[in-house]
């Protein structure tokens, strides 16, 4: 019996963290002070999340002959992620972020190969039954890759789970890319501020019914809330329920969201309840923000021990 994958298409880029005390104005400057140096971000993070919970783990973007490349080949290689895209020549692009002193990220994103896929390489993709493919709705902004990542959900096989993670330029996505892809959802997952941005392009009902308008009635949605939690809905004929968040003190949001969604699919591959899911999905972001600094992916006994230090 062959092991059933997550497969991310997420893009992985380079990340240069520069923390801040304020971001300048138009045409000003602030000081910055670099934290880590360069390092392999996008979707690495989420990658890394979803291996460090002991789910096989695979990618699925480009990467290409450059130095930025071999630098996130030796970082999915020592977790253990093996890469399913052919590689290109050229190199993987870079962004610059800021990070304030409440721990918000601003980034600046100069895309390199990851945006410029073959679209031949996700219909040649080998899929197993249960295998569960995430798509980040950001990715969608680029046209040739939203042309490949298309025809890769308009070719899932039923027995594949379509996972959909949304990002901040989410509003920026071509609307009836961004509907066809809802409706292939299983789990669709984002923040109040991302729904906000779908929920304003969609319809002016609660964000809940103008979502589950798109998703089929059996996905399940994700909407988080920052320091309100999470709120769940199991299907379209359930009541949502908030899953309140666990407290910290918010020093570094960079990798949060990403956790999040990696220990909530990670958590359901592994056959827990949504509730259970959201529940760990919740620790693992309160771990990843209480600390400053890139590479903080949680390990399962680390939130094992986090729920188990909490009064549930």
């Given amino acids: 019996m062959k092991t059933v994958r997550f497969i991310s298409t997420q893009t992985i880029s380079l ?22 140096g360069t390092v392999v971000a996008g979707g690495f993070f989420l990658a890394a999340t979803v291996a460090r919970q002991c789910i096989a783990v695979a990618v699925a973007s480009t990467l290409g ?6 630098l ?17 020549v050229g190199d993987i692009g870079i962004r610059i972020v800021t990070i304030d002193e409440k721990g918000v990220r601003t980034t600046i994103t100069s895309p390199g190969v990851e945006a410029e896929p073959s679209p031949r390489d996700f219909t040649e993709l ?17 046209p040739q890759l939203a042309q490949g990542l298309y025809s890769l959900v308009d070719s899932l096989p039923d027995q594949v789970h379509l996972v959909v ?25 984002l923040n109040r501020q991302q729904s906000e941005a779908i929920g304003s392009r969609l319809g002016r009902n609660p964000i809940v019914d103008t979502l ?11 909407l ?26 918010v020093k570094d949001t960079t990798g949060m969201a990403d956790a999040h969604t990696g220990v909530l699919v990670a958590s359901l591959m592994h056959g827990k309840s949504l509730e259970e899911a959201a529940i760990r999905a919740n620790a693992a972001a309160t771990l990843v923000f209480s600390q400053y600094g890139h590479y903080k992916v949680p390990k399962a006994q680390q939130i094992d021990h986090f729920l188990a230090s909490i009064d549930l």
Avoid: W
């Fill in 15 to 36: 990340e240069l963290p520069l923390q801040v005390s304020q971001l300048p104005e138009s045409g000003c400057e602030v000081q910055a002070a670099v934290m880590e």
């Fill in 65 to 70: 002959t450059g130095p930025n490349s071999v």
């Fill in 72 to 88: 996130a080949r030796r970082s999915l290689g020592r977790e253990g992620i093996s890469v399913l895209l052919p590689e290109t």
């Fill in 126 to 142: 080998t899929l197993r039954p249960d295998d569960r493919v995430l798509i980040n709705l950001n990715d969608l902004v680029f």
């Fill in 165 to 189: 993670n949304a990002g901040p330029r989410v509003g920026a996505v071509d609307l009836d890319v961004l509907v066809k892809v809802l409706r292939r959802a299983d789990l669709l997952t």
């Fill in 212 to 222: 589950r308008r798109y998703l089929q009635p059996n996905s399940y949605l994700v």
């Fill in 224 to 249: 988080r809330d920052g320091a309100q939690g999470a709120m769940i809905q199991e299907n379209a004929d359930s009541l949502p329920l908030v899953v309140p968040a666990f407290p910290g003190e």
